[in-house]
């Protein structure tokens, strides 16, 4: 496995306005890392298969100008809340906020100008044997409609078993929502290498939560059991793809969250678990939080191209994102995504790599 090395930073382009987006490089244990500051974007994320031969496991671009115009928020930090708040509204403390609705009638992501659109102030480091970058940004009160100046830091740490460590943590000065996670798309096959349907994925989850045709949480938490959402036992994720369940055809595939049996943590905790037969490459996920959203990959549709020539196409990857429940605010009954001055919003996921 390869040792850590000191982050390269390159300009990766510019914006329209002429900021500059750049690309930090990393390389731990075998795993090579590339980030923008433009959304503080996974670019690519290289790993050996089991012949040691390297490929980009996640989907990207080659410009920063496909990632302004196009980009299903490929490799993005997701924030100020992931996933979707129905009507774009919520109440508070007895206040209600109206936020940038960009999905239907609906908020997703964080609206349409979520930490995705944004651009983040980053620092390297080196620790010991770990290698990363710090990352941050502060979001004003009342963008996309939140309430509170939200002071985010994210940190990604290569270690020297080539795990991908994100500490999340965020403090307001007003009571607000906060939900941050990640978006990339993997393929452990490499990035337009085809269908992710003959990955074997399992989910450390007896639950999840079914949503209404807008994909908006009906509040119900439903058992896995004797549906396609069960993956407590490792299958193909085609297997049940077509299974013309209702909760999937409402989707176009699986586009859900699961409610992970461990409930929050403190310290992450093993959840997921997904492997390529083809490559032998096996990642692992383990988090602090209570949920994750198993995306397949259900709107590409082919007219995306990535950094290799090759169109990304509907199931070419797919999404684990390590989150709380979506429409959180909204539902009293999900684990709490309230954020109160004086306290300090926190969460770990971790990604490790084998094959």
């Known amino acids: 496995m390869g040792g850590e090395s000191e982050p390269v930073k390159e300009l990766f382009g510019e914006l329209a306005d002429g900021t500059e987006i750049h690309r930090w490089s990393l390389e731990n244990g075998g795993t090579r890392l590339k980030v923008l500051s433009y959304g503080g974007i996974v670019q690519s994320l290289e790993v050996p298969d089991r012949h040691g031969r390297y490929a980009d496991v996640c989907l990207g671009f080659a410009r920063i100008e496909d990632y302004v115009a196009a980009s299903p928020y490929f490799g993005a930090l997701i924030g100020r809340y992931g996933n979707r708040i129905g009507k774009g509204r919520y109440t508070l403390d007895g206040e209600t906020y109206q936020l940038s609705v960009d999905d239907g009638e609906n908020s997703l992501h964080g609206g349409a100008e979520g930490f995705d659109r944004r651009v983040w102030d980053i620092e390297p480091f080196t620790d010991g044997t770990d290698v990363g970058l710090r990352l941050s940004y502060t979001s004003a009160d009342g963008e996309m409609g939140h309430p509170g100046t939200l002071r985010t830091k994210v940190t990604y740490t290569l270690t020297e078993q080539g795990d991908w460590r994100i500490d999340y943590e965020a403090t307001t000065d007003r009571a607000t929502v906060v939900n941050l996670t990640s978006h990339v798309y993997w393929n452990l096959a490499g990035a337009g290498s085809g269908t992710i349907e003959d990955h074997e994925l399992q989910l450390a989850a007896s639950r999840y939560t079914p949503t209404d045709p807008g994909l908006i949480p009906t509040g119900e938490v439903a058992p896995v059991e004797g549906t396609p959402f069960d993956f407590r036992e490792t299958k ?99 684990p709490s995504t309230v954020l109160r001055p004086g306290e300090t919003y926190r969460t770990t996921t971790i990604h490790s790599f084998h094959a």
């Not at 409402?250 to 969250?257: E, I, L, P, Q, V």
């Not at 310290?267 to 490559?279: G, I, K, M, Q, R």
């Not at 082919?302 to 509907?314: D, K």
């Open 236 to 334: 193909p994720i085609g297997r049940d793809l077509r299974a013309g369940h209702p909760q999937l055809l409402a989707a176009k595939g699986y586009d859900h969250n699961w409610v992970l049996d461990k409930g929050v943590t403190a310290e992450p905790e093993p959840v997921a678990t997904l492997h390529d037969p083809s490559s032998g490459r096996t990642l692992g996920i383990a988090t602090s939080e209570p949920g994750l959203q198993f995306y397949s990959g259900n709107f590409l549709d082919g007219t995306l191209v990535g950094p290799g020539g090759r169109s990304y196409r509907q199931g070419d990857a797919l999404c684990l994102e390590t989150q709380h429940y979506p429409d959180s605010p909204n539902h009293p009954s999900f």
